[in-house]
């Protein structure tokens, strides 16, 4: 297939990149560079630079598609949203309009240009609070920050435009990504990272003095809140099972992606020190608003439509594939 992964040089957009080349698939990377890197390019792919709120540069590169004799984008792949929960609470204007102005110019533009297939990076955080675990498709959604509202508003639209205009989407609703490239192909590291792994990695690499531990008075076995990560090479590969899913079958998806298991934060925090043999200095701070104690998902039905199930979501590969990338940086 052609495929075009619209924020590809992002974090997951690089990793999903890889496994779409690596599994023979001709790919474009678009991209406007603000949070991807060009190091997370790949020789293998195309590249152009381009923003989605730019409807003119997305037509241009879904026409020149077209028109090149390769018979168009098949499938896009949308990575390319803003994602820092806290932030969208104070500056939900920011949010509007990259991630709901950008995907409606993302969707008309691939209506008009015939690409039939789209794959979503969804979210977790389009759930709330939750009413029971492990989180199954079925639980109701009821996003608590404005980042999750604008990801929930953006399923509605992918369902909108598969009965009035015949696309077909996965959304991938990823719990807590983590983790680098198990082949270490990809380096890249995250500007200004707000998730955990990537924080105390700075820490473990001496560039940030302390790790602060968002509440220890939740209702868990150690005090600090339950997630469930995913390493970001078992996301990438979901991404393509999901994509060859819709295309056999003409039939949308929307699936949960977890790893179904429960980690502490103080849990990452041991582990990451025994694993750098670095102190990683921690300091327990007030919680954070909007924290649930314990989030976990059900893969069950992920397994089941598509046959994907986390291969390196262990506790011990997530941090040291990221510590074989942080552990470089220098103060
Ligand atoms: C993990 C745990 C923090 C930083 C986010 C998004 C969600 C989804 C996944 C994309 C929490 C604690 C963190 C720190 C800490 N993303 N923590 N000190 O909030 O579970 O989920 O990523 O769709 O939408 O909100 O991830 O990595 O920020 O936090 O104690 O410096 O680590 O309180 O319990 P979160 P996170």
């Given at each position: 297939m052609n495929i075009l992964v619209i924020g590809g040089a992002g974090y997951i957009g690089s990793h999903v990149t890889r496994e779409f080349l690596d599994g023979g698939q001709r790919v474009t990377v678009f991209d406007n560079l603000s949070s991807g890197l060009r190091e997370n390019l790949f020789p293998d792919a195309s590249f152009v630079y381009g923003d989605i709120l730019d409807y003119t540069g997305l037509q241009r590169v879904m026409r020149q598609a077209a028109t090149s004799?390769?018979?168009?984008?098949?499938a896009l792949v949308h990575l390319a949203a803003f994602k820092a929960a806290g932030e969208s609470m104070i500056m939900p204007e920011k949010y509007s309009v990259n991630n709901i102005s950008g995907t409606v110019n993302i969707l008309n533009a691939a209506v008009e240009n015939g690409v039939k297939y789209v794959v979503f990076s969804s979210?977790?955080?389009?759930?709330?609070?939750?009413?029971?675990?492990?989180?199954?498709?079925?639980h109701p959604t009821n996003p608590e920050n404005y980042y999750g509202f604008t990801k929930l508003e953006i399923e509605r639209f992918l369902g909108w435009y598969e009965k009035l205009k015949g696309i077909r989407f996965a959304s991938l609703r990823y719990f807590n990504a983590a983790g680098y490239d198990v082949k270490g192909r990809i380096k890249g590291k995250e500007l200004k990272p707000a998730n955990l792994i990537p924080i105390i990695m700075e820490a473990a690499a001496g560039i940030r003095s302390e790790v602060q531990v968002f509440g220890n008075d939740y209702d868990t076995p150690d005090g600090t809140c339950i997630r469930d990560y995913i390493h970001v090479s078992d996301l990438a590969v979901a991404h393509v099972k999901a994509l060859d899913y819709i295309s056999a079958n003409g039939k949308s998806l929307t699936v949960n992606l977890g790893s179904e298991s429960g980690t502490s934060v103080f849990e990452v925090i041991e582990t990451a020190r025994t694993i750098?043999?670095?102190?990683?200095p921690v300091t327990i701070a007030g919680r954070r608003a909007g924290d649930a104690a314990r989030l976990t998902a059900s893969a069950a039905y992920a397994r089941d439509v598509m046959g994907w199930k986390a291969r390196y979501s262990d506790l011990e590969t997530l941090i040291g594939t990221s510590w074989d990338i942080y552990k470089e940086m220098r103060a």
């Open positions: 004799g390769n018979g168009g984008f098949d979210s977790a955080a389009v759930f709330g609070e939750p009413r029971y675990l492990p989180i199954d498709e079925n750098t043999g670095k102190p990683i």
